[in-house]
């Protein structure tokens, strides 16, 4: 690897995240609302409640990984004993909203009352509120970046425009977002339910072997580049008897790398906020943010 400037703590060459979105059967609904009637189909998800997420937790208490977990409020209600497991693990808890909702469906204040819900939740379970958010499904509404900072979020992990923390633009330029990739997320490989497809024509099953390949070379091409890899994945998915252990292979390589900051997305938006760093000219969220503005004429 060529030399270069660490933009991490201590030197570090690169940063990784793994996050957790703990969606359960919202999930299935989210991709297909008329399986509300369908116990079959609701158990696919709801084995990451049941199974997945004491499987999930024992492995991450193996490698003394804190990961942070993004729950919609509806799932705290619902599975209050998980919950509590993850927080008494120390792990770090995000808003994920009130039950997976489309974003692409609501306006500001839509979106804003889910968050809500999902901050009250946490707060009615375990007496805190999270400071970072993720859309799980849809995009921001105009004005959503500011109001998170009002409703005192420090930061969000939805958006993909980088590969590297950045902030968002106008008024909410102190709100630090830390973008994610579908090619690093174990939803587009394994997400699948035989009989219906959910999602409708959604792909069979991936070669765990294979995905194991591509999180490999996109981690070592992230830190040969001192960037920030944000890992997502699923207790559904990622954390049946077989596929834990494409996860135990990756993070043993994540840890063999002594020179790559482990952290949690909170940790990492408190470090680039500390650090400094301004969007370069012609960012993608600058660009977001003079298009919105160009058309609603109200700033953000």
């Not at 400037?5 to 359960?24: C, H, M, N, Q, Y």
């Not at 900072?149 to 930061?155: A, I, K, R, S, Y």
């Not at 699948?192 to 409708?200: A, G, Q, S, W, Y």
């Not at 008897?241 to 840890?255: A, K, N, S, T, Y």
């Amino acid at each position: 690897m060529s030399e270069q400037t660490s933009l991490w703590p201590d030197g570090k060459r690169s940063a990784f995240i793994l996050t957790v979105s703990f969606e359960a059967e919202l999930a299935v609904l989210a991709a297909a609302p008329d399986a509300v009637d369908r116990a079959k189909s609701l158990s696919v998800g709801q084995y990451g409640a049941t199974r997945g997420v004491d499987r999930l937790l024992a492995e991450l208490d193996r490698t003394g990984i804190r990961a942070t977990w993004f729950i919609p409020g509806r799932n705290a209600e619902a599975y209050p004993r998980q919950v509590e497991a993850i927080a008494a693990e120390g792990h770090e808890l995000g808003n994920m909203g009130w039950a997976l909702e489309d974003f692409s469906n609501l306006g500001a204040e839509g979106q804003l009352e889910a968050i809500r819900r999902g901050q009250s939740a946490f707060e009615s379970l375990l007496g805190v509120q999270p400071t970072g958010f993720r859309a799980g499904r849809g995009s921001y509404a105009h004005g959503l970046p500011l109001a998170l900072l009002d409703e005192g979020f420090t930061w969000s992990s939805s958006w993909h425009g980088d590969d590297l923390p950045h902030f968002h633009a106008g008024r909410a330029a102190e709100l630090v977002e830390i973008p994610r990739h579908h090619e690093l997320d174990d939803f587009p490989y394994f997400v699948f339910n035989l009989d219906p497809p959910i999602p409708k024509g959604s792909p069979r099953i991936a070669s765990s072997r294979e995905v194991l390949s591509n999180w490999l070379i996109e981690f070592e091409a992230y830190r040969a580049e001192g960037l920030c890899f944000v890992l997502t994945v699923h207790p559904e998915l990622i954390a049946t008897p077989g596929r834990i252990g494409l996860l135990r292979e990756f993070l043993d390589h994540v840890l063999s790398c002594d020179d790559v900051w482990i952290a949690t997305c909170g940790d990492v938006a408190s470090w680039w906020r500390g650090y400094g760093q301004s969007n370069a000219p012609g960012h993608p969220a600058e660009i977001f943010h003079a298009l919105t503005t160009a058309t609603t004429g109200k700033g953000a």
